[in-house]
């Protein structure tokens, strides 16, 4: 799976866009990104996935650029809920075990 | 029925001792992965199962025994564990091993080994 890099902490105010980056240089064409969440002590929570194209769902939007190198994850109006461990895991179709990087720590603050 | 869970929430036991760890699902999903998180650090994979069959083994100490009785089960059996072998234990689930989609995590077992 290819290496991704994200910032290892970001804040982000109540109510406001929540805009995390992750870079994936090495991505090859076959290879998926997805986002998986942990909030504090409980399990990773799937939150979207994509190939090329944008994806929207009900938790968050995936904008992922033409050359493939780099993709954002928005939450559309972050909550103090939506405080978690943030990981954005690139992975070929065959093999859907994850290979989890360090992932960012986003604080939503009142 | 989208829930993995997992039994204990909290374990605690000697480097003596056997246990085991317990993982279920009813979502009809064929692969189950055990994941290991130490503090502050991202889940590591540990064992894949497809099918009921072990399929990835990530050079996992034989201390540490996994089994899957029936395609809802999954067990880690543990004896003869280390300090440094305290963590969160994750159990996953997804609809097959491979191809796209997105993995079921249960809560996890939080271990402590004295």
């Known amino acids: 799976d290819a290496k991704t890099t994200q910032p290892p902490s970001m804040d982000c105010a109540e109510g406001r866009a929540a805009n995390l980056p992750c870079n994936h240089s090495t991505i090859s064409g076959n290879e998926y990104v997805y986002w998986y969440r942990q909030i504090h002590s409980q399990g990773p929570q799937y939150i979207i996935h994509?190939?090329?194209n944008n994806e929207t769902n009900e938790m968050a939007s995936l904008i992922i650029t033409e050359d493939r190198k780099s993709s954002t994850l928005i939450l559309p109006h972050a909550t103090l809920r939506d405080t978690a461990v943030y990981y954005c895991i690139v992975r070929v179709t065959g093999r859907r075990a994850l290979t989890f990087g360090s992932g960012t720590r986003l604080q939503v603050q009142p | 029925d989208t829930e993995v869970t997992q039994t204990p929430k909290h374990l605690v036991m000697g480097m003596t001792n056997k246990k085991s760890l317990k993982c279920e699902q009813h979502?009809?999903?064929?692969?189950m992965y055990w994941y290991k998180q130490k503090a502050k650090k991202p889940p590591e994979l540990m064992f894949v199962?497809?099918?009921?069959?072990?399929?990835i083994n990530e050079s996992v100490p034989s201390r540490f025994s996994p089994e899957c009785p029936n395609s809802s089960l999954l067990n880690l059996h543990l004896h003869a564990l280390q300090p440094e072998d305290s963590a969160l234990y994750l159990c996953?689930?997804?609809?097959?091993?491979?191809?796209?989609?997105?993995?079921?995590f249960g809560p996890g077992t939080r271990l402590t080994v004295l």
């Open positions: 199962y497809s099918y009921e069959k072990l399929s």
């Open positions: 979502m009809g999903h064929r692969a």
């Open positions: 996953a689930s997804s609809h097959t091993a491979s191809g796209v989609g997105e993995q079921f």
């Open positions: 994509g190939l090329k």
